[in-house]
């Protein structure tokens, strides 16, 4: 079975400070990795797809990478929030990790 | 619809009741997901559908667990006998693409209260 892994579990950090989250899987980063943001009590937000062939994708904010050779994500959020405070998740080929879960103090 | 929709939003259930629950994706979506995410977790994977056909059943937990998709639009997860430990929210995800790795979209989600 796909093993996913999110470190930190949960950060704090306060408004304005870059974030950097971080995703491991144990595959051969063949198919694509799916970021997703989740608030309290809610579904699941798709923020980005990065597809298997690619190296980074950004939307806004939020930029990704993907290192095939190590198995790696990260996600960077720039100039954090406090609307940016959930739970982040990512996901690989049907497998999801824990999650990090993220508090921007105004 | 604009997204894909879950209901009921909240189910609760005495031990030993069956329960159902449907998943509306989003329309023209070959690909329907189902996972169950306990509190603190991430989702855990239990079913997959393209089109009417259920591809890959790997994550049910128990044979009390039964989806089905008979028109390849709507779903629904069958739970018979509910147990305390089936207690979680149940998601839902609908994508465009065939098989794994294209960009899902999830429904709100069904909790659901074993008592």
Same mark, same amino acid.
């Given at each position: 079975k796909q093993e996913v892994t999110q470190i930190p579990a949960a950060l704090s950090v306060p408004e304005g400070e870059n974030l950097v989250l971080n995703c491991s899987f144990t595959d051969s980063a063949i198919y694509n990795l799916q970021w997703f943001r989740q608030d309290p009590g809610k579904g699941l937000t798709s923020l980005l797809l990065i597809q298997s062939s690619q190296r980074e994708q950004t939307s806004g904010r939020l930029n990704a990478s993907l290192d095939k050779s190590s198995g790696r994500s990260t996600l960077y959020i720039a100039a954090?929030?406090?609307?940016?405070?959930a739970t982040y998740l990512c996901a690989y080929k049907l497998s999801f990790g824990a999650g990090t879960t993220v508090t921007v103090r105004a | 619809g604009a997204g894909v929709s879950q209901s009921p939003r909240y189910k609760v259930a005495k031990r030993g009741q069956d329960v159902a629950l449907r998943c509306d994706p989003i329309s023209g979506h070959v690909s329907l997901f189902w996972y169950q995410q306990a509190l603190g977790q991430g989702p855990e994977f239990l079913t997959y559908f393209q089109n009417e056909a259920q591809l890959d059943k790997s994550g049910l937990p128990s044979d009390r667990f039964f989806a089905e998709r008979p028109e390849g639009s709507v779903s629904t997860l069958k739970i018979q006998r509910t147990q305390q430990e089936d207690s979680a929210v149940y998601l839902c995800a609908s994508s465009? /693409? +065939? +098989?794994? /790795?294209y960009e899902q979209y999830f429904g709100p989600g069904t909790r659901l209260t074993v008592t």
């Open positions: 954090s929030q406090p609307g940016d405070s | 465009d /693409g +065939r +098989r794994y /790795g």
